[in-house]
């Protein structure tokens, strides 16, 4: 757990880059710091390993103040991943990730050995110990970047725009990786960004930050969506926040209604149809597309799986949220949103009016903030 | 003393003195003259890194004492190294010591020079990286600076191996042994001899011919020595800096 | 050693100094010059063509890689002079030069950012005067920078043609070391490190003042 007491960064030619900063870390969570250049979300991050010293205010790392820990052993217990990296270019990929567990003393077999497993758990394939930084991509030198990090297994790790120079593809696969071994690790991880939906997406908490180092907000993402605190916030978090915010609440309340449904090699004559559309499924009752009351009267003797509209995304029942139903409704030729369950088996259809009922009902019982 | 202006005549001489078995033999032979020029350039070498790549490697860490660099390059290649090297053995003596000494200074700003620029050059991200695990300031430097900064220190010592080479055949003028002996003895044999024009004709190609090969053995000792992650990037950082302005390393020339 | 330092021998000897400074500016500069202007239309070619770079280049470092003791020595062999002839020091300079700034030129031509050239064509400058009023100005830094180095090692390299016997300001630091005269060598020493070093400057100064783009640069980061 990491508090930020008053903590203010003020330069000699007399720019501040923190003001007076209040903060609780939660520990075990990702919690963000997002916000326009200048700041300060970087500088709060880097004064937590002691990279830059506040010149007031204090830091507590598990109730002890940082300034009275040596800053190289300080450190040695933080795990660190910059923007680019940093990986040694003079060294092969398993001894860049060895470099922290040999530094506290691990025998270099050992260390080698803790590298190789954590290559596999950031989904490396083991091959790529041997080479060096300079063959890999940059999506996987980030990923190393990250086994690097959490080589000595710290309980904190600290990210400063991690995933801010690769591509959006690459960069949506290093998040996902992240949340799936923040589940299996738990660390306390405080994760800088200037992007407000990668800060949405991965954060526990997220603290948003203004121009000349001061904290705007500092909240969980859905009450971010819900309720900006002030005009800056809410149009930093920018447009769509009500949509958006539908991400965070779950589903459950959302009626599933009947859906017809027809499968492949059914006779087209026996085929029927609800409003002018019929799902047509595999043996299995998995969705394979829409079929229309026109087509079907067009179509030879039997019902197949050419020709079929797709479209629309489904909604899975036992871990949807609103918006992905909201979403599954309205992408839907139909009309009607395809649910699904955890086999991919069709159990129903979801309609948009329904989601809008739920989302009103959950604001009468409170879920929502109001 | 004139070697007669025909092309072919003064060759032939020339080598007929250098394939002269009696000229590959004895104290005063071309072998031995060899191996004491190579031990006069192996020894200032030496000495010279073992002085700048330190003090190089401090100012690229601490980026303290920059003036230093610059200073010293420029006023030290103004300086003639026939000059430098006659006035202290005059000041001092015949001997070993004071052309050693005048060979050292020399050879101090390439490497002075290609071990600050390479420290300099190495990735910030990295040492950030380095320090942020937990590295201490010495340990950074030492695992993580200088061999990175291997590419460029390298190349700071060939140029100074070089440049010593060169600046060693001048010790022959004052009593030193070395491949200069040929040209200075040849000079002074004078007119007509056959010892006197093929002779320092000989030296000269002995010398050009063991430069060369000395330059192509640390090229491939360059590359043999540096990290195969790091190959490709001394290559490209060396030639994204040589339009910029021609680093001492690059241009050592004195002699 | 039996040093003198006879210090009335400056101020008699006068014209000898004057006369030896001369020629040494005649054996260093000289060179240099003539390997600038070869170095343009070489390092022009070796810029827009590959294959001339590809033989250029490593003929340039091999010729820079051989002393210049050695140089000096093997021209009467390659050209015929007498062994005390001042060609015998000016022809290495110029080669050294031409070594070193085909480099300077042929990188510097390539540094100039695809689009200025591009922009300067779709002008309708024609190839000479593109070359002339755009391509060569924008080297001119670089080409400045490599010039310095060539005169200030000229200066100290023709010093070594004193061990032969071909003059300049080294004669006065053999003559001197002959005769040990401390004076002497040192008003040699010292007046080519000066000469150098003043020449070095004065490239410097009239290099920015050629290329008034750079100084404005750095105003405008203040």
Same mark, same amino acid.
């Given at each position: 757990m990491i508090e930020f007491k008053a903590v203010t960064k003020k330069y000699p030619d007399g720019t501040v880059a923190v003001d007076s900063l209040d903060l609780a870390v939660d520990a075990g969570r990702i919690t963000v710091f997002v916000g326009p250049s200048g700041c300060g979300k970087t500088t709060s991050l880097r004064m937590i390993n002691r990279m830059?010293?506040?010149?007031?205010?204090?830091?507590?790392?598990?109730?002890?103040?940082?300034?009275?820990?040596?800053?190289?052993?300080?450190?040695?217990?933080?795990?660190?991943?910059?923007?680019?990296?940093?990986?040694?270019?003079?060294?092969?990929?398993?001894?860049?990730?060895?470099?922290?567990?040999?530094?506290?003393?691990?025998?270099?077999?050992?260390?080698?050995?803790?590298?190789?497993?954590?290559?596999?758990?950031?989904?490396?394939?083991?091959?790529?110990?041997?080479?060096?930084?300079?063959?890999?991509?940059?999506?996987?030198?980030?990923?190393?970047?990250?086994?690097?990090?959490?080589?000595?297994?710290?309980?904190?790790?600290?990210?400063?725009?991690?995933?801010?120079?690769?591509?959006?593809?690459?960069?949506?696969?290093?998040?996902?990786?992240?949340?799936?071994?923040?589940?299996?690790?738990?660390?306390?991880?405080?994760?800088?960004?200037?992007?407000?939906?990668?800060?949405?997406?991965?954060?526990?908490?997220?603290?948003?930050?203004?121009?000349?180092?001061?904290?705007?907000?500092?909240?969980?993402?859905?009450?971010?969506?819900?309720?900006?605190?002030?005009?800056?916030?809410?149009?930093?978090?920018?447009?769509?926040?009500?949509?958006?915010?539908?991400?965070?609440?779950?589903?459950?309340?959302?009626?599933?209604?009947?859906?017809?449904? %027809?499968?492949?090699? @059914?006779?087209? +004559? =026996?085929?029927?149809?609800?409003? !002018?559309?019929?799902?047509? /499924? &595999? *043996?299995? #009752?998995?969705?394979?597309?829409?079929?229309?009351?026109?087509?079907?009267? %067009?179509?030879?003797? @039997?019902?197949? +799986? =050419?020709?079929?509209?797709?479209? !629309?995304?489904?909604?899975? /029942? &036992? *871990?949807? #949220?609103?918006?992905?139903?909201?979403?599954?409704?309205?992408?839907?030729?139909?009309?009607?949103?395809?649910?699904?369950?955890?086999?991919?088996?069709?159990? !129903?259809?979801?309609?948009?009016?329904?989601?809008?009922?739920?989302?009103?009902?959950?604001?009468?019982?409170?879920?929502?903030?109001? | 003393m004139d070697p007669r202006t025909a092309g072919g005549e003064p060759v032939n001489s020339a080598l007929d003195w250098l394939f002269n078995p009696d000229h590959w033999s004895g104290p005063t032979g071309i072998p031995t003259r060899i191996l004491e020029h190579l031990g006069y350039t192996a020894l200032t070498v030496v000495i010279a890194a073992a002085i700048a790549v330190p003090i190089g490697a401090i100012i690229g860490h601490t980026g303290r004492g920059t003036f230093l660099i610059a200073g010293l390059s420029n006023g030290l290649r103004a300086l003639p190294e026939l000059g430098l090297l006659t006035l202290l053995v005059l000041l001092t003596y015949v001997g070993l010591l004071p052309v050693v000494i005048s060979l050292v200074i020399l050879a101090l700003p390439p490497i002075l020079a290609g071990t600050y620029a390479g420290v300099r050059n190495v990735d910030r991200a990295v040492v950030d990286a380095a320090q942020g695990m937990g590295m201490r300031g010495s340990t950074v430097l030492w695992k993580v600076e200088l061999p990175n900064a291997l590419p460029l220190i390298l190349g700071g010592i060939r140029s100074a191996t070089l440049q010593v080479i060169a600046t060693a055949t001048i010790a022959a003028y004052v009593a030193l042994g070395g491949l200069g002996r040929f040209v200075i003895d040849g000079n002074n044999a004078g007119a007509g001899s056959p010892d006197g024009y093929p002779q320092m004709a000989a030296g000269a190609i002995v010398i050009a011919v063991l430069a060369l090969v000395v330059e192509g053995v640390l090229e491939v000792v360059q590359r043999l020595a540096v990290s195969p992650g790091l190959r490709n990037a001394a290559t490209r950082k060396r030639t994204s800096r040589i339009w910029r302005k021609p680093t001492p390393e690059l241009v050592g020339k004195s002699t | 050693m039996n040093v003198d330092w006879p210090w009335p021998w400056l101020p008699r000897n006068v014209d000898k100094i004057a006369e030896a400074t001369g020629e040494h500016l005649y054996l260093a500069l000289l060179p240099v010059l003539f390997g600038l202007i070869v170095s343009i239309p070489l390092g022009w070619a070796a810029s827009r063509w590959p294959a001339v770079r590809l033989v250029l280049v490593p003929l340039a470092g091999v010729l820079?890689?051989?002393?210049?003791?050695?140089?000096?020595?093997?021209?009467?062999?390659?050209?015929?002079?007498?062994?005390?002839?001042?060609?015998?020091?000016?022809?290495?300079?110029?080669?050294?030069?031409?070594?070193?700034?085909?480099?300077?030129?042929?990188?510097?031509?390539?540094?100039?950012?695809g689009e200025v050239t591009a922009a300067a064509t779709a002008v309708g400058f024609r190839p000479t005067k593109r070359f002339l009023s755009v391509e060569l100005p924008l080297a001119i830094p670089v080409i400045v920078a490599g010039l310095r180095v060539a005169v200030v090692s000229a200066m100290s390299l023709t010093s070594v043609g004193a061990l032969i016997g071909i003059g300049g300001l080294g004669e006065l630091i053999t003559e001197g070391f002959k005769r040990n005269n401390a004076v002497e060598m040192v008003v040699a020493i010292a007046l080519i490190l000066l000469i150098a070093l003043v020449l070095d400057a004065l490239l410097l100064t009239v290099g920015k003042l050629i290329t008034p783009w750079t100084r404005a640069r750095q105003g405008a980061n203040r």
């Open positions: 830059i010293d506040p010149t007031g205010g204090s830091i507590l790392l598990d109730g002890k103040d940082i300034r009275e820990s040596d800053p190289p052993l300080l450190r040695r217990g933080i795990g660190y991943v910059i923007q680019q990296a940093g990986l040694f270019p003079h060294r092969t990929v398993l001894d860049n990730v060895s470099t922290v567990p040999l530094l506290t003393g691990a025998s270099r077999r050992d260390a080698r050995r803790r590298a190789a497993e954590l290559l596999e758990l950031v989904g490396l394939p083991a091959e790529l110990g041997k080479r060096y930084p300079v063959q890999l991509s940059g999506g996987q030198q980030q990923r190393v970047g990250v086994a690097r990090a959490l080589a000595a297994d710290p309980p904190v790790l600290l990210m400063d725009e991690p995933f801010s120079a690769v591509d959006p593809i690459v960069r949506d696969d290093l998040q996902q990786q992240l949340l799936r071994l923040q589940s299996d690790l738990d660390k306390t991880i405080v994760f800088v960004t200037h992007d407000i939906d990668e800060a949405i997406k991965l954060g526990d908490k997220v603290a948003v930050f203004r121009v000349g180092g001061r904290l705007a907000q500092y909240a969980t993402p859905s009450e971010l969506l819900a309720k900006p605190a002030d005009d800056f916030v809410s149009s930093f978090v920018g447009r769509d926040r009500g949509y958006r915010a539908l991400s965070f609440l779950t589903a459950d309340g959302v009626p599933v209604g009947p859906v017809t449904t %027809t499968k492949v090699g @059914t006779k087209a +004559a =026996d085929a029927e149809t609800t409003d !002018g559309w019929v799902i047509v /499924v &595999d *043996d299995e #009752n998995r969705p394979l597309g829409w079929l229309s009351a026109e087509l079907l009267s %067009t179509l030879g003797t @039997t019902v197949t +799986a =050419d020709g079929l509209v797709s479209g !629309g995304s489904l909604y899975r /029942v &036992d *871990d949807g #949220n609103l918006r992905g139903a909201l979403d599954s409704a309205l992408s839907s030729p139909a009309g009607v949103g395809i649910a699904v369950d955890g086999d991919g088996t069709v159990v !129903g259809g979801i309609k948009a009016d329904a989601v809008i009922e739920a989302l009103a009902q959950a604001r009468k019982t409170g879920e929502v903030p109001a | - | 820079y890689t051989i002393p210049s003791l050695a140089l000096i020595t093997l021209v009467p062999l390659l050209i015929g002079t007498k062994i005390i002839d001042p060609l015998n020091v000016q022809v290495p300079l110029a080669i050294y030069t031409v070594a070193l700034l085909v480099r300077s030129v042929t990188d510097a031509l390539l540094a100039v950012p």
